[in-house]
């Protein structure tokens, strides 16, 4: 999730309460540990919960986003260098695996690394082996790894994708973390929480109305987390009042479902609640900018063509709106 990444779970559900367990358990142990899950559901939480309750707790935890980085600067962020190694090499690097050396290392959506470091990867699991680019010296280091994935690695395993030994070496500790769809007794603590730190942030004391929180419960989150800490981002900047009532939460989730259509991120709108929310927000953006389409638009920060193709979906007659021969 996005903000502060801390290291406790969040949420009341049997779910979760069993990862809390779980990690708890793994404190003694060495082995990796493979965190999976949809974008948003906190897996870097998971992994900090784990690092935080092991015996590696006083040193860092070092994190590398495997989906960030190119081929050539992921080896070396890794792996370090040789001095000359590269162009731009002009002086030798000793790499985030030697500097995590009796740490934790989580490499975040670790699927998306060539199979070259998965190669490399593997030496380093099975043998503590690494051996900087563009070097022959060999260094042994005493990591212990964390990753993660959005999309489950069994998948991609076949052809080049994913090499079969590297996911069994991962898997020795696995987390599959539930969408919150799934788990809505988690949506409450989880609101609390941000709307807590809002609050540090804009010295307000931020609190939602009984109906708004249960429109939060009833919406999908198809982006979990992360989604609704951006609706709650939203609402508190739309009101001045500290209590957020359901109006402003139904504006927050409608813009939210719109930003999601406008980046092509799956719609989960399919009950009549979810497009009864779009079609007042839409209508009411549309009074606001007098019928007129671009304005309404860039209002509710969405290509024009978006805003036309809800206007049809969700059958929403401009009417007596549309002022402007331009619109």
Same mark, same amino acid.
């Given at each position: ?6 290291? =406790?779970?969040? $949420? ?23 965190i999976v899950g949809e974008t948003g559901t906190g897996k870097e939480v998971v992994a900090r919960s784990v690092h935080a309750t092991s015996s590696r707790r006083d040193r860092p /935890? ?17 792996f370090g260098h040789a001095c000359g190694a590269f162009t731009g090499a002009t002086q030798s690097r000793r790499g985030r695996l030697r500097a995590a050396d009796g740490a934790t ?28 680019? $563009? ?27 994913? =090499? ?121 953006? /549309?009074?606001?900018?007098? $019928? ?36």
């Open positions: 999730m996005t903000g502060q990444v801390g290291t =406790r779970l969040v $949420g009341d559900s049997p779910h979760i309460r069993s990862i809390r367990a779980k990690a708890a358990g793994w404190a003694a142990y060495t082995e990796p540990v493979l /935890l070092h994190v590398v986003n495997c989906a960030g980085l190119s081929h050539e600067v992921l080896m070396a962020e890794l290392l989580l490499l975040d959506e670790i699927s998306e690394a060539p199979p070259t470091l998965q190669a490399a990867l593997l030496r380093v699991i099975e043998n503590g082996e690494v051996q900087p680019v $563009g070097s022959d010296q060999i260094a042994h280091v005493d990591v212990r790894i964390l990753a993660t994935s959005n999309r489950p690695l069994s998948e991609l395993v076949g052809g080049t994708a994913f =090499r079969l030994d590297l996911l069994h070496r991962l898997a020795a500790f696995v987390v599959k973390i539930a969408p919150l769809r799934s788990r809505p007794e988690d949506i409450a603590p989880l609101a609390h929480m941000f709307l807590g730190r809002l609050s540090s942030n804009g010295g307000r004391t931020l609190e939602l109305s009984p109906r708004a929180m249960l429109h939060l419960e009833e919406y999908s989150l198809p982006g979990n987390g992360r989604e609704l800490r951006q609706i709650l981002v939203r609402a508190a900047a739309s009101t001045t009042t500290d209590r957020i009532d359901a109006l402003v939460i139904e504006a927050a989730i409608a813009d939210s479902l719109m930003a999601g259509a406008a980046t092509g991120r799956p719609e989960s709108t399919a009950d009549g609640t979810l497009a009864a929310v779009i079609r007042r927000h839409i209508t009411a953006t /549309l009074d606001a900018a007098e $019928g007129n389409l671009s304005a309404a638009a860039r209002r509710l920060d969405v290509p024009r063509s978006t805003l036309q193709h809800y206007l049809v979906k969700y059958e929403i007659e401009r009417g007596r709106q549309s002022r402007s021969c331009s619109a």
